[in-house]
Each structure stands twice: as C-alpha cells, then as structure tokens.
C-alpha cells in the first residue's frame, strides 16, 4: 500500500537526519562519517572500557556529551552498576513520564509470597514435555557458560523465582519459514512484574514511523534530483536483552529449571535482564534508542530502532552506510549486533513487513509467505473452535502491523477479541466463539489479510 503524507510526527533530531541524508552528496557525506568515526576510535583506543557493561560506557558517555545528546545520567548509571527490576522504573529524559503510580505490591511483599511462586513453579517445571523440558535446559546450559546466569547451591532468601519456559514463533515472512524458539522467565508468575511500575512509556520507531522517514527521504531527495535512487538498511542487535547487567541486591532473581538427566530442580542467579519481566523493556530500549541518537547526531544517518531491530533508508549508491554504524556501534562503543542478519536493499524486510523506497514513495506490502501462514493459522483456529491466551497472544502479536497508524489501525476493532482472549487469566478458555471470542471478528481479520 501508499504511504500517505503526514501519518506520523517525527521529531526534530530525526528530522534534521533526514535533511542531511537526502540533500548531501554521497562523497561528502562519506567523508563527514569517516572523519567521525577516526576521531572515535583514537579516542576509543585511549579509554579503556571498565567493568562489564554492554558497551563501552565510559566512551557513550564523552560521546553523548559532545553530540550535546543530554538526559542519559540515569540510563549510564545503570549501564555501569545494573538495572533494577522492581520500584518505579523509568527514563523521563528519554521518554515521556506516564501517569504517576506505585508498583501494585511492594518489594516485602512479592518476597512473602515466594514460597507459593516456588511451589506453583516447580508444579509447572514438572508438567512440562520431555521435549520441552531439554530445550529449557540446553537454553539454561548456553547461558551459564555465557556468563550470563551462575548457578546457586542454595538460593538466598531474598531469591525471587522464575520459571523458565519456551515460546515457539514461526517466522513465515522469511524466504524458508522456520521456528524460532525463545526462552522466557516467568515475571508474570514470580509476581516480579506486579513489584515494578513504569514511569515512563516506552515509544519505539513503528512500522508507521519507518514509512513516513522513508517517505521524507525519498521526498527531499526527489526534489533537488528526480532521478535518486534509494535503499534500505537494517541492523540486529545480538543478544539483546542479555547485553544489560541486572541488579540483584535487594532481590536476587533466580532461574528455576529441571534438569532431565537427574530430575533435579536447579536454581540460577540471572545476572542480565529477562524475557518476561516488565522492567527490561524500558531498560533495554532505553539503551537502544540511546544508540540510534547517537547514530542520528554522529553519523546523520535517519536510524529508526523497534526493539533490537534498526533499520535506516538512504541513497542507493553509498555503499559505506551500513558498514559506517556497524563500526560505530560495535567496532568503537564495542555493543554486539549479528552480522549475518545485516542486511540492505532495494526490497526490504522489516518488522515483518516489505518496504520499497521509489521517488513516487514508499512501498508498504506483507509478504507472500506471512500471508499464507496468517490465513492457515485463522483456519486452525476456526477450525478447532477453540483458542488458548497463548495462541491469541501469538496471533494478537502476528495482526499487530493492522493496528499501526500505517495501515490507518484497520485492525483495532476487529482484533480486540483477539486481544481480549490473551489476557484470560485460564490456562484454556474455551471455544473461539464463547465470550470473549474472535470468531465474529474473521471478518474484519481477513479483510485485512485478503
């Protein structure tokens, strides 16, 4: 579909990305990042990192200071000495302050209740599949010789215990559809998620967002040569959440896992944010967006950033772009992003989506192969008559893009059955066509995925 103007505000930082990336020749837009990035990595040579941080902070934070990127004191503190995973957690000076409030249970109290967490999880740990039961444990195994858990003896008493499980996510917008497997911690069980408040909203660069900058540049490019031509790049943060150290002074959290080869329930203390608390997304993106500045102001490249995805649209013939933030985020700032998933083009995948900059535009399509497996999994489901919270989760997660701004939030009112079901606190809720089912809403489903 055609991205209309004016969908989406974008700030003045990235605005000026933008502006810079669509009227400066290539050449000298080249040798500005170049100039740059040298001036960083003799820089970077003389400090040498401290601690185990998940990137260089010391150096983010001269750099921040001489891009005049200014609010970042309470996110480098935590880089240095850890995030804290329960209170009221936020970043004022990178996002919007929400309204105010207190976690719905105190510190005192998610600890009284952790003997029932340990006995509910350790009842769930067992009921798992075989299968199931390896993967959580290889997924534990990896992690120990990372560093990034440390097993316990004897857990202390101010452990807070989450069970480990996994998620299957079948990646069909892929050219080889695949299963993805992720291992997550249960915050919602340990109650961890229940001690935390979020003071400041995290807002990420949407699908939307990344259309109207593409937009932009295509626009602003156009006018001064109608003849520009135009590219997408894209960047995977590695081990994202995994990168930040976690604080486990006042609550020690502990993963709890079986191992199959004894049956023995084991205990690990996570050292690095979670899957599945709360407070790690507003941590973890704090940091992220951090970086993506950092590449707007430093190398005025219009970098959007969702999560551990950063993506970026620019001139179809600067053939340094992609390599110029890679240097700069990893080679100099010494964070970890997956090389095999860097990726440029004129066609190009992001967010689960197919983006084509012309000077007409921006492109915006699903993608043959999602398509499919979106309309087999609304098949299942009507099938069968029934949808567990888990799989409308999936599912709500899979039909999200039809509730971004770029597709006018055609999906709001058909999903909210969807949606609905997710947060069933049962473990089965029955039929799809019971309250609160979704079997009214295939309609408004399937429009938008013809």
């Known amino acids: 579909m055609p991205v209309a103007k004016g969908m989406t505000q974008i700030d003045d930082e990235m605005t000026a990305a933008i502006e810079y990336s669509a009227t400066t020749p290539v050449r000298e837009a080249q040798r500005m990042r170049g100039e740059f990035l040298t001036r960083w990595r003799k820089r970077s040579s003389q400090l040498s ?47 919007s302050p929400g309204p105010p409030g207190e976690p719905e249970i105190t510190e005192e109290e998610l600890l009284r209740r952790q003997p029932d967490v340990l006995a509910r999880s350790t009842q769930a740990i067992r009921a798992e ?16 010789e990372a560093g990034f858990v440390v097993e316990l003896r004897n857990p202390p008493a101010n452990a807070v215990y989450l069970r480990r499980f996994m998620v299957r996510q079948v990646k069909s917008d892929e050219p080889v559809p695949r299963v993805k497997e992720r291992a997550c911690d249960d915050g919602r ?23 109207e900058v593409a937009r932009r540049v295509a626009h602003r490019a156009t006018t001064r040569d109608p003849g520009a031509a135009f590219k997408s790049m894209g960047l995977d943060h590695k081990e994202a959440y995994r990168q930040l150290r976690a604080r486990n002074d ?82 100099i700032l010494h964070t970890s992003f997956n090389e095999d998933k860097t990726s440029e083009g004129h066609s190009f995948r992001h967010l689960g989506l197919v983006f084509t900059i012309a000077s ?34 999936s599912l709500a997660g899979k039909l999200g893009f039809a509730t971004s701004a770029l597709f006018g939030r055609v999906g709001r009112v058909p999903l909210q059955p969807v949606f609905r079901r997710s947060n069933a606190s049962t473990t089965f809720a029955g ?5 609160p089912g979704v079997r009214g809403s295939d309609g408004g489903v399937r429009a938008v995925v013809p």
């Open 431 to 435: 039929p799809a066509n019971s309250p």
């Open 360 to 393: 007409e535009g921006v492109g915006v399509a699903i993608s043959a192969p999602r398509r499919e497996g979106l309309v087999h999994m609304l098949k299942g489901v009507l099938a069968r008559d029934s949808l567990s919270p888990g799989e409308a989760a």
């Open 250 to 331: 006042r609550l020690c959290r502990c993963v709890v896992a079986e191992d199959p080869s004894t049956g023995r329930v084991r205990f690990f203390r996570m050292e690095r944010l979670s899957f599945g608390e709360a407070a790690a997304v507003v941590h973890y993106n704090a940091f992220a967006k951090v970086l993506a500045r950092v590449v707007r102001r430093g190398l005025k490249l219009p970098l959007c950033q969702y999560y551990d995805d950063f993506a970026s649209p620019c001139p179809a013939n600067d053939d340094t772009a992609l390599t110029d933030v890679l240097e700069l985020l990893q080679g």
């Open 129 to 144: 599949s075989p299968a199931n039961k390896e993967a959580i444990w290889s997924s534990v195994r990896k992690e120990l």
């Open 189 to 211: 069980m340990a109650l961890i998620n229940k001690a935390v408040r979020m003071a400041t909203p995290v807002k990420l660069d949407t699908a939307d967002v990344y259309a």
């Open 49 to 95: 990192p401290r601690g185990a941080g998940p990137c260089h902070v010391d150096l983010l934070d001269e750099m921040l200071r001489d891009l005049g990127i200014r609010g970042a004191d309470a996110l480098l503190h935590h880089l240095r000495t850890g995030c804290p995973m329960s209170g009221v957690v936020g970043y004022e000076e990178i996002y």
